[in-house]
């Protein structure tokens, strides 16, 4: 009876050993693809991120490029500093954070240079085009199956 226990006790350390192993690996897999990060992130590998304009940047000798974790107002010197913020929304109409325009602000005013790049906005340049995203119908835009005069609207779907 205690040998079994012990077997029991065994087996399940070991089991719950390699379910912390996988763990621990699931974690460091979808830290290193970087698709926990937000996108245009500079610690972000896939198409979304920065990672290589980051680090492109860093292997010319003529400058230094650090990320910044902190908020800019705790940044105490920006000369000679060039902030580039990437996948900023278009503010467009909508209104603009004080604070946000407070912290450019003290960046431009201290000696630095702004470099902000926006989320892009998808835009239909055809006449009467409208601001939706691809693949959206429009209302100068046919359905993709017209329904035929007559024709039970149920079993369109039916006959794809």
């Known amino acids: 009876m205690l040998k079994s226990r012990r077997f029991t006790i065994l087996v399940l350390l070991l089991a719950l050993g390699w379910f912390a192993y996988g763990l621990v690996q699931l974690f460091q897999l979808r830290f290193d693809v970087g698709d926990v990060y937000p996108p245009y992130s500079s610690l972000r590998v896939d198409p979304l991120g920065s990672k290589a304009l980051y680090e492109s940047l860093g292997k010319l000798s003529a400058l230094s490029v650090r990320r910044n974790y902190q908020t800019l107002s705790r940044v105490p010197d920006f000369r000679s500093t060039t902030l580039v913020v990437l996948g900023e929304k278009f503010w467009?109409?909508?209104p603009i954070f004080?604070?946000?325009?407070?912290?450019?602000?003290?960046?431009?005013?201290?000696?630095?240079?702004?470099?902000?790049?926006?989320?892009?906005?998808?835009?239909?340049?055809?006449?009467?085009g409208s601001n939706a995203a691809p693949g959206t119908p429009t209302p100068s835009q046919p359905p993709a199956n017209p329904q035929k005069p007559g024709e039970d609207p149920g079993t369109l779907a039916k006959t794809v």
């Open 92 to 94: 467009g109409f909508d």
């Open 98 to 128: 004080e604070n946000i325009v407070t912290e450019y602000e003290s960046v431009m005013s201290g000696g630095g240079r702004l470099v902000i790049a926006f989320l892009p906005v998808i835009r239909d340049s055809r006449p009467g």
